[in-house]
């Protein structure tokens, strides 16, 4: 059975500052993994799509990794800005499951001006 | 605009109730999931259809019946409603078919259903 962690549950950093946010599976034989940004009372918003093929995608500020082996992904959030400060949650497609995605709990991120 | 939108968006009722939750998705996709977000934000999914079949079911309660009437719905009728059914309900939809699995999620905005 598929576990995602993601680590820290919480943090806060201040305005301008580089931030990572972690992510870990136990099974690595996955499809692909997201990774989303969910506002207060909105639905989730897919930041990052990594295929079990890549190593990294980027968009924009954001840089997220992949590495199979470890069991590992990671967020990286270039220059912060309190318009980041929401929560990031990380799903993995399993090779078995389909199109059936296992989410983390997610890291609620505080962006402080 | 809304890609994928669901009503309502606030939904309370009592014990014992049937109530449905309605989603359509206006960007071509295949296929469409319903997940629960509980007290603790943490998602997981309960159903999928891909053009209208049912290829994902996992273990909810036969009280949670979805309904894809076509490709661009997904409804969720819930009956004889609990306490512990109170939860966010997300739609979602992706491109992907069952032998495509590299194609986002997009997610509606959430119902929250609260069961007194």
């Known amino acids: 059975k598929q576990e995602v962690t993601q680590i820290p549950a919480a943090l806060s950093v201040p305005e301008g500052e580089n931030l990572v946010l972690n992510c870990s599976f136990t099974?690595?034989?996955?499809?692909?993994l997201q990774w989303f940004r969910q506002d207060p009372g909105k639905g989730l918003t897919s930041l990052l799509l990594?295929?079990?093929?890549?190593r990294e995608q980027t968009s924009g500020r954001l840089n997220a990794s992949l590495d199979k082996s470890s069991g590992r992904s990671t967020l990286y959030i270039a220059a912060s800005q309190p318009g980041d400060s929401a929560t990031y949650l990380c799903?993995?497609?399993?090779?078995?499951?389909?199109?059936?995605?296992?989410f983390g709990e997610g890291t609620q991120l505080t962006v402080n001006p | 605009d809304t890609a994928v939108s669901q009503t309502p968006k606030y939904l309370v009722t009592q014990m014992g109730n049937d109530k449905s939750i309605k989603c359509e998705q206006n960007l071509g996709h295949d296929t469409m999931y319903w997940y629960k977000q509980d007290s603790k934000k943490f998602l997981k999914i309960m159903f999928s259809y891909n053009n209208k079949e049912l290829i994902i079911n996992e273990t909810v309660p036969n009280r949670f019946s979805p309904k894809s009437p076509d490709k661009a719905h997904l409804n969720l009728h819930i009956n004889s409603l609990e306490l512990g059914d109170s939860a966010v309900y997300f739609c979602?939809?992706?491109?992907?078919?069952?032998?495509?699995?590299?194609?986002?999620?997009?997610f509606g905005n959430g119902t929250r259903l609260t069961v007194t």
């Open positions: 990594i295929q079990s093929s890549q």
């Open positions: 979602a939809s992706s491109r992907k078919n069952p032998g495509s699995h590299n194609s986002p999620l997009h």
């Open positions: 099974d690595s034989a996955i499809y692909n």
């Open positions: 799903a993995v497609s399993l090779i078995t499951s389909g199109s059936r995605l296992t």
